[in-house]
């Protein structure tokens, strides 16, 4: 079933496609593979509700420090 048959921003067609999304909890950073619709005309991405809501999951667990399931790759640096 597909949830967005156009976006809801342009009017424009959106495809099924992965993406990646960058969460952020607190000071901590996380970056996830999902499949989102995204819209060819204007680049929104439309995350459907159970994405999102892994979303906030993801940035609770962030903002709390509890980040023992996720894979430390790298470090994240802020540029002035
Ligand atoms: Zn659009």
Do not use: W
């Amino acid at each position: 079933m597909r949830l967005f048959e156009k976006c809801p921003i342009c009017g424009g067609n959106v495809a099924e496609k992965e993406v990646e999304k960058v969460l952020k909890g607190g000071t901590n950073t996380a970056i996830i593979r999902v499949t989102a619709e995204v819209c060819l005309h204007c680049g929104e991405r439309l995350y459907k509700p159970d994405t999102i809501s892994r979303f906030d999951g993801i940035r609770k667990k962030l903002s709390q420090e509890d980040v023992n399931e996720f894979e430390l790759v790298g470090k994240t640096f802020h540029v002035a």
